[in-house]
Nanobody, 115 residues
Framework: QVQLVESGGGLVQPGGSLRLSCEAS????????MGWYRQAPGKERELAATISSSGHTIYANSVKGRFTISRDNAKNTVSLQMNSLKPEDTAVYYC?????????WGKGTLVTVSS
């Protein structure tokens, strides 16, 4: 079993920055993707960004150029640096870990972008 614990959410003004972090623990297969999904009120959960164990990244078009995902394989952590935040980035952000045959989710951390 794998546990994912997120941190770093909060309230920020438009144009501001936040950094989300997620630490994975448990039986982690070395080949995996880690990432961040988000779910805004009344909307479906969507991909924000993901990074493979080899460092390949994928970003949603809506966050390209503003968000940067990174990971530390030795520490089993993934981070999401979010800059130039917009009100439409307001959502619960969920950490995700995919490995062959299994997908795990964190409990989520709320990001609110508002003046």
């Amino acid at each position: 079993q794998v546990q994912l614990v997120e941190s770093g959410g909060g309230l920020v003004q438009p144009g501001g920055s936040l950094r989300l972090s997620c630490e994975a623990s448990g039986s982690i297969f070395s080949l995996n993707n880690m990432g961040w999904y988000r779910q805004a009120p009344g909307k479906e959960r969507e991909l924000a960004a993901t990074i493979s164990s080899s460092g390949h990244t994928i970003y949603a078009n809506s966050v390209k150029g503003r968000f940067t995902i990174s990971r530390d394989n030795a520490k089993n952590t993934v981070s999401l640096q979010m800059n130039s935040l917009k009100p439409e980035d307001t959502a619960v952000y969920y950490c995700n870990l995919w490995s062959p045959g299994a997908t795990y989710w964190g409990k989520g951390t709320l990001v609110t972008v508002s003046s």
